[in-house]
């Protein structure tokens, strides 16, 4: 299988540019079961109960966007992914990589400066940060949100780009599917009788890029560090249905269950992959030849392409701040494998 089976037409009109105002309005595709269901995501506590688990990805988004000059005066911009250690070293996504020796020294302002070290491929390099005073306040002062290339508008409000329950400031892009939820949503889960629990997945370079690969077989997944709590692990065990919140909560989730509850992962979930925990999927709509929609048939199977097709025909916003759908994994009959 190669990208070309996961294309379909996305019209630029179908891509929404803005968040909605008030988030749990967004629209939600219920195919839980047939015929699929209109509703929104405000509707999510009647479709939970007892036994059920919520669990969701409380990372939250770095503004790790940095526009700086280089040495020659020309423009250059460092997309901060992964701290690699606490002297200010980090892997980024510097452009263009191909004109910058290791030792350039790029200006973001008079207190924050970037020096490119080892190049690492594909536009990646280390990099070391040097700034007046702690170097989070510099973030806040001169880094920038960002937001996915599709969105070609300002956000007025860069909370907006983060979930209501993120909690330390690490991934290069927010979890998408948790943007709809707000703490009175979950609440009312809650009291529904469903758990909430939290995970950490930091959201790195795979978000932003299509796979490129002619075969599955050669397409690299950048790791990402992930962290499980013990009572989450505890409690998706126990679980009727564990009902993931996004597509980085299932990677997190599923890499636990192989790899243990905390570490980095390049786990790949594509067409034929067995899940161990996440039995229902809270998603947004993806963009096309995107391993994101390549996990999305490993869960759900081909009939994501009703679904899509259904959402672009009643006019379903698309992407990052579009509308969501609620699935059941298509195997889940067959109960879940030993955990």
């Given at each position: 299988?190669?990208?070309d089976d996961f294309a379909?037409h996305?019209?630029?009109l ?8 008030d988030?749990?309005?967004?629209r939600?595709?219920?195919?839980l079961?047939?015929p699929?269901a ?5 509707d999510l506590?009647s479709?939970?109960g ?12 770095l503004?790790s966007?940095?526009r700086?000059?280089?040495?020659t005066?020309?423009?250059a911009?460092?997309?901060l992914?992964?701290a690699v ?11 263009p990589s ?7 020294t ?8 970037v020096e490119v070290?080892?190049d ?9 940060l040097?700034?007046?005073?702690p170097?989070?306040?510099a ?10 290339p599709y969105?070609t508008?300002?956000l007025?409000?860069p909370e907006r780009?983060?979930?209501?329950y ?7 892009a927010?979890?998408?599917?948790g ?7 979950l609440?009312a889960c809650r009291s529904a009788?469903a758990r909430v629990?939290r ?6 370079l795979?978000?932003?890029?299509p796979?490129a690969?002619d075969?599955?077989?050669d397409?690299r ?7 499980v ?6 409690a998706?065990?126990?679980?009727r ?7 980085t909560?299932v ?5 636990a ?7 980095r ?8 992959f067995?899940?161990?925990v ?8 993806h963009?096309?030849?995107s391993?994101?929609?390549?996990l999305?048939?490993a ?7 009703d ?6 025909d009643e006019?379903?916003?698309f992407?990052?701040?579009g509308?969501?759908m609620?699935v ?5 009959k067959?109960?879940k494998?030993s955990?």
């Open positions: 299988m190669g990208p379909y996305l019209p630029d179908a891509i929404a540019q803005v968040p909605l105002a988030r749990p309005s967004a939600l595709l219920d195919a079961g047939e699929v209109h509703r929104t995501v405000s506590p479709l939970v007892s036994g059920d688990v919520l669990v969701v990805n409380d990372t939250r988004v503004p966007r940095l700086a000059t280089r040495p005066g020309g423009v911009e460092v997309l992914l992964r250690d606490e002297e200010g070293t980090w892997e980024a996504l510097v452009r191909r004109k910058l020796v290791p030792g350039s790029l200006t973001v302002d008079p207190g924050l400066s070290a080892d690492l491929g594909e536009g990646l390099r280390y990099v070391r040097s700034s007046d005073g170097l989070a306040d973030l806040d002062r001169c880094g920038e949100m960002p937001v996915p969105l508008t300002t007025d409000d780009y983060q979930t209501v993120s909690r330390r400031p690490a991934s290069a927010a979890p998408t599917a943007l709809h939820l707000t703490d009175g949503v609440k009788g629990e995970l950490e997945l930091v959201v790195g795979d978000t932003f890029r796979i690969a075969d599955l077989d397409h997944m950048h790791r990402e560090d992930y962290e709590p013990p009572a989450t692990l505890e998706c065990r126990d679980a249905r564990v009902i993931a919140v996004g597509t909560t990677r997190a989730l599923e890499s269950a192989r790899y243990g509850p905390n570490g992962t390049d786990l790949f979930i594509r067409p034929g067995r899940f161990s996440v039995d229902v999927l809270l998603t947004n709509f963009l096309p030849r391993s994101l929609l390549v999305l048939e869960f759900v199977g081909p009939r994501w392409r679904l899509y097709a259904v959402a672009l006019g379903y916003r992407l990052s701040f509308d969501a609620l059941g994994r298509a195997n889940a067959r109960g494998t955990r």
